[in-house]
């Protein structure tokens, strides 16, 4: 039953009185002198604060537990809080516990059994960096959002004197650095060079002080991090013991955080990167082309094969370092993600991958190629080192048999980018780069989900869809093709497709437009810049659009008379510069013949080579042997 009891008290100091009234006396028999509190004289309207306690629940051997507090101005508010606490306590929050937000987080991680050990040791560095400096001292049942907000507004303020911490050290550094070249012209000058000798040594002995204590700045997405971490740990103390009234995490307003969108590297940014060094975005994507020029550099390292499977599989980097080769078929041409290495301070750790990671990937002719090719070209080193060879039983190891550590590899492929060349991506990047070139093939991205081993195909979509500028104007073009405008056209000579013109079954038209004078433009077709004009047509319009159109128009009523297959339409108005595209229009055309070969007819394939035939026909070659 709820009957708390209201007092006043306060904080004067006075002779201190026993049960009946009588002076306390110390040893010398003088009067003890302490607080007086609830006896008082003085206590009334405006001396002393009001105070109340009730009777909570029993506990251990029956006893029941006083629950007290004070310090409360006026009576209401005495009264609102006791009514808060003795809520609290009817549903199971121990409300009369001293234990400090410290201990409870503490409590809370050793509790969690089932933690993976990457996310653990996240929780632990949140909890030992941030989560106990600046709220361990709070008693639990004092937590409130405005501690949270002090906390990361402190977070802050230590960001800004980090950021000037590392401006100072950039300083520093370019200081050195002057101070090197200097010495080094000053060769041949004996007392310059001694000068500058001792400037440079100078220079550098300031850079190595300026540098101690320098710290990562603690950027927005690591304080949405913490923040999930805090709200993790309260929302198991609010279920499991009710610590907690609310999960005050929840409350917490923090700057908002961007995922960097995946950039390609398109030539105007290859320029600006040649000239200044600095890269567009955190997250680049190589074009098909780079892709090729990196894999035609690194066809002679060690690990090209890797790099290849990380450029087509989209693989994560732990999944490699902890591929078997008992998870690899290469005459059924898959392979199985089933476990992971993971990096912990740098210590290497086996565990299984989340649900959804572990997936069956199927490999290409190639690609089974190269597993074959390094698969020999391991035996081969086997031979020469002997005994000394390491079984680790991994498809990817060093030359002598080793296990690779996850960030060997990016450091290895970061080493093999700067000596291509190249623009420069990161290891982790060419799970973009395959995902795009999935797309850019035409897979559904419900397959690319699982070929990245993502729990939903928005995680796919949202994070791993950078859109090559191909891909972005075959979706603009095919928006042409799909919503054809009715232009109406004259024909001037008919469209007649030379046998020349196909490649197989296939050909490319291009109508040029120009306009002549007015709203007059012609139309003509042809397979390519000066070559004969396949057919002619003549349209009233008002811009290259209507020119356009027309022309689409026109090959689609010849697609119809001639049983041809209209296969992609592409705009490339936007090429000609802006003074000039009131004059001109340029459209390219995709055709097939309708006849072409089919799947028609086929079945279940018969007569294919056996297993072993297979196997000898991607016998590694001549060079990856060598290799």
Known sequence: ??????????????????????????????????????????????????????????GEGGKRARVRRGGFAKLDDAKKKAKELYDAASVGTDVSSDEKCGDFFLRWIKAKKSLARTT???????????????????????????????????????????????????????????????????????EERRATRRAFLDANKALREGRRGLRKI?????????????????????????????????????????????????????????????????????????????LDFAKDDWLYELWHSFIFLGPRRGEMAALPWTEVSTDALWLRISQQIVEVAYKLYGEAPKADSVRTLSLSLESGDHLVSFRAKQE??????????????????????????????????????????????????????????????????????????????????????SVLPEMMRAEAESVMAVVPRDVPYEVRTPLEIPESAWQGDVAVLFAHGVRQSGDVWIVGAQVQPDADLLGVIELAGRSQDDAANASVKWIREQRAASALELVRVEDFNDRYPEDQRAYFSLTRFTIARAEAAGLAGWSLPTGLPTAAARSARRAPSHRRTAA
């Open 1 to 58: 039953m709820f009957e708390p009891s209201y007092y006043r008290r306060c904080q004067c100091k006075g002779p201190l009185t026993d049960k009946e009234g009588k002076p306390v006396l110390d040893a010398d028999g003088n009067p003890k002198i302490g607080s007086i509190g609830t006896t008082c004289p003085k206590l009334g309207k405006g001396h002393g604060t009001w105070a109340f306690y009730f009777e909570g629940e029993p």
């Open 120 to 190: 653990r040791h996240g929780y632990e560095e949140h909890i030992c960096n941030y989560l106990l400096p600046h709220l361990g001292h709070i008693k639990r049942r004092d937590l409130k959002v405005r501690h949270l907000d002090r906390m990361y507004d402190a977070i802050e303020k230590g960001n800004a004197e980090r950021i000037l911490h590392r401006l100072r050290v950039d300083q520093l550094q370019k200081d050195r650095d002057n101070a090197h070249r200097a010495w080094v012209k000053a060769a041949g000058k004996k």
């Open 218 to 294: 603690t950027s927005a997405a690591t304080m949405h991090r913490i923040n999930d971490t805090l709200s993790s740990a309260l929302t198991w103390g609010i279920k499991r013991e009710a610590a907690f009234a609310k999960n005050w995490a929840q409350l917490v307003e923090l700057p908002p955080v961007t995922r960097p969108k995946p950039l390609v590297w398109t030539p105007e940014r290859i320029e600006h990167w040649k000239r200044t060094g600095e890269k567009p975005g955190p997250v680049m994507v190589w074009t098909p082309e780079l892709t090729g020029q990196f």
């Open 380 to 465: 081969q080193k086997r031979q020469e080192w002997g005994d000394a060879y390491v079984e680790t039983g991994r498809v990817w190891t060093h030359e002598n048999g080793e296990e690779i550590h996850p960030d060997w590899m990016s450091r290895r492929f970061k080493r093999l980018v700067e000596l291509s060349g190249l623009p420069p991506v990161r290891l982790h990047d060419l799970r973009h780069l395959a995902a795009t070139l999935s797309l850019l093939a035409g897979t559904d991205i419900k397959v690319v989900q699982e070929k990245l081993g993502h729990s939903s195909r928005q995680i796919t979509s949202d994070t791993y869809t």
